[in-house]
């Protein structure tokens, strides 16, 4: 399938969600030329790749994880033009520019090539945990080379026992008295957990002190580097690699530790605090998990347009025309449109809320960059498959692999069920439920600037009142809600930045009005639902 960087919608939705001013710092012609240069390498270097990917997968030879052809000649270029190390302070090699940029620039590299773009994402999240919680010491040694891509990055939390409820992992680190641990245990899932790309390959991994206490509370974060300072290998393995629905190209590892005594590692934060460091990584991969729904949804809706105008059955007016000249598959592209569109909208607003040092609002939003993107993902996968009828279940057009790529995406990094949990337990009770409020208001301040602003104050009236529910709401109830409730939001703040981009685009307006017509007038049902709580399910 043919991609092109959405680079216009991407400027735009920047424009939308900073009102007007642009990414902090930096003038709106340089960022055009980051992300057009930045489109090109999508365009021509890993879009190429996409179905290479999904047609070799990877496999396990000697040991050694290979990986599809051309995969690691692009991360060489990859690294080498600077886009892994875009957000990232130039002490360590990196160019200290804005997430909302790095993001923008996500979405056409998770468009072109998903499963390639897992593992500068991961990298980038585990960058982002040693920066804030390693000592001065582990980020002089691995920073640089992870920052340059001369080493990636993996996150290792789950174990066969221990997935969701990560207060059960068994994994274990016996301090050795110099300052170092030795880690002993298996873990699973762990994607791009080893690769040929590089030889460097850097674990955070989640293990127990021997005295530490049950559950969550004991678990301590470490370093756990493929290569040792010395050169010599690290005492871990790759034990088998997973055959998956999809994702084929990206490495799902099972890791072995300490088959020869211990694998060495480092200490990241302090003893048994080592989830709360983890969350880092976590809340940057969850953020750009949302990207990667956003873009499958681009390329899903890109291959739908693309097909629904050359595809002739049926007539109007005694001619045979384009499918994308009935009513039903316009309606469906619309819709695929729009909701790429306010998906965009969200995980930007996301990113420019971490960008600006807003991390309530960050925080909030996240779960809902999170799943309702990748939910959408899914469904907007599987209007791509339905606009190409017959030929959509044919693996040559590409639309089948975008379904079953897309189908992890609501169940790694946090299943999107606890993201509602989390939005709804955790982040709307922040400051008494004020985050929420700010953003309605931040919304409601808008809606006379903005066309069908009107149309969209019964949609923040629901939301508001949604959320006054649960602020008073029962636990079981509140869980019981918060799956609807998380849809509630997501429909409302997509609206709302729709609506921004139509206030600056005329081609905008055609999708902010199909979404207030006919997506938010679902938001009483949802709120229905939110509101029914745990009746009835038990």
Known sequence: MPFRAPVEAQLLTLQAVTGGTGPAGLDDELVEQILREGGRFAENVLAPLNQTGDREGTRLDNGVVRTASGFGDAWRQFGEAGWLGLPFPEQ????????????????????????????????????????????????????????????????????????????????????????????????????????DYVDQVVHLVLARLPDAPPGSRGISLFLVPKLLPDGSRNDWRVAGLEHKLGIH???????AYGDGGGAIGWMVGPPNGGLRCMFTMMNNARLNVGVEGLGVMEMATQAAVAYAAERRQGRRGGETVTIDQHPDVALTLARMQATTA???????????ALDQGDAALAGLLTPVAKAWCTDRAVELASDAIQVHGGMGFIEETGVAQLYRDARILPIYEGTNGIQAQDLVARKL????????????????????????????????????????????????????????????????????????????????????????????????ALCAAVEAGARDIA
Not at 449 to 472: F, K, S, V, Y
Not at 494 to 520: F, I, K, N, P, Q
Request: some cysteine; hydrophobic content about 45%; overall charge negative.
């Open 92 to 195: 360590f090699g990196g160019q200290g520019l804005p997430w909302s940029v790095a993001t923008a620039l996500a979405d056409s590299f998770n468009a072109a090539n998903l499963t390639w773009y897992l593992a500068p994402l991961l990298t980038q999240g585990a960058i982002e945990a040693i920066l804030h919680h390693a000592s001065d010491e582990l980020k002089e040694r691995y920073l640089h080379d992870m920052v340059s891509g001369r080493a990636s990055g993996a996150m290792c939390l789950t174990e066969p026992q221990a997935g969701s409820d990560l207060g059960t992992l068994r994994s274990r680190a016996e301090p050795v008295g110099d300052g170092s641990y030795r880690i002993t245990g298996q873990k699973i899932f762990i994607t791009f957990g080893d690769h």
């Open 429 to 524: 009770p922040m400051e008494d439920g004020q985050v929420a409020e700010r953003l309605f208001a931040r919304i409601e301040a808008r809606l006379a600037e903005l066309p069908d602003g009107a149309e969209l104050a019964p949609a923040l009236a629901t939301a508001r009142a949604a959320t006054a529910h649960l602020l008073q709401a029962s636990a079981d109830d509140q869980a019981a809600g918060a799956t609807a409730y998380l849809r509630l939001l997501g429909d409302l703040v997509g609206g709302w930045l729709l609506g921004e981009c139509a206030a600056r685009s005329a081609d905008h307006r055609r999708l902010a009005g199909y979404w207030v017509r006919r997506v938010l007038p679902h938001g009483p």
């Open 249 to 255: 190209g990206s490495p799902t590892c099972v890791i």
């Open 342 to 352: 306010a998906a965009r909208g969200i995980c930007y607003l996301t990113a420019s």
